[in-house]
C-alpha cells in the first residue's frame, strides 16, 4: 500500500539555520503531496502542495519540488524563525481505489533565539 | 478554505462511558472523515463519514466502538464507546473536496477533541 516516509525528529537548529525535512513515499498511480504543519496545541493546516512531477510548492520560505524520480518531497526552509517551532507532516493524498490521505510520523522542529 | 469546529475541545471521561464529538464544516464538503492522533504520534484514519450510508471504516477500527453519522454536507458526530484508558488521544475531524472549489486534495482539520479517560 501506499506510504510515507519523513526523517525522525526532534530537529533543533538556532535561528537563521537552514532546514532540510526529507520525505519519501511509495504509492501507486500519481498522487499529490502535501506538508502539513501544526503549531502547539493547534490542529494541522496546510503548508505547502505540489499535484504533479517536478512541482515546487511554496508558501511562508518553504519550499519542496515533487520528485518522481527520487519519489521524494523534501521541505526546506533558508533561514528558520522561533516561530517556526511546530511538528511538520509529509502526507500523500491519492485517488486510486477512492480519496485517502496518508501522513508520515512528522517531524518536530524546535528553534533556538 | 473551509473552516471546522469540533467540539468539545477536551474532556475527561470515567471508563465505561460513551462520549459523541460534534465536527462542523462552514462549507458544503464532498468528504469528511476522522483521525486519531495519539500524543507525540502521526495521524491515524478511523473513518470516512458518507452523506447518508455507512462510514467506511479502516482496519482496526469497528463500527461498534466508533460509530459515525453523516447527516448532511457540513455536519458529522463521532461517538467514541464504552471507552478505556487506550482511548485517551486527540480525535480530529477533517474534510475536503469544497463544492464548486475543486479537488486539489487538501485536507481542512478541526483543532481537535482532546479525550482523557480515567
Known sequence: ??????????????????????????????PSLFWYVQYPGEGLQLLLKATKADDKGSNKGFEATYRKETTSFHLEKGSVQVSDSAVYFCALTSNTGGFKTIFGAGTRLFVKA | SAVISQK??????????????????????????????????????????????????????VIDKFPISRPNLTFSTLTVSNMSPEDSSIYLCSAAGLAGGGDTGELFFGEGSRLTVL
Open chain 2, 8 to 61: 468539545p475541545s477536551r474532556d475527561i471521561c470515567q471508563r465505561g462511558t460513551s462520549l459523541t464529538i460534534q465536527c462542523q464544516v462552514d462549507s458544503q464538503v464532498t468528504m469528511m472523515f476522522w483521525y486519531r492522533q495519539q500524543p507525540g504520534q502521526s495521524l491515524t484514519l478511523i473513518a470516512t463519514a458518507n452523506q447518508g450510508s455507512e462510514a467506511t471504516y479502516e482496519s482496526g477500527f
Open chain 1, 1 to 30: 500500500g501506499d506510504s510515507v516516509t519523513q526523517m525522525e525528529g526532534p530537529v533543533t537548529l538556532s535561528e537563521e539555520a537552514f532546514l532540510t525535512i526529507n520525505c519519501t513515499y511509495t504509492a501507486t498511480g500519481y
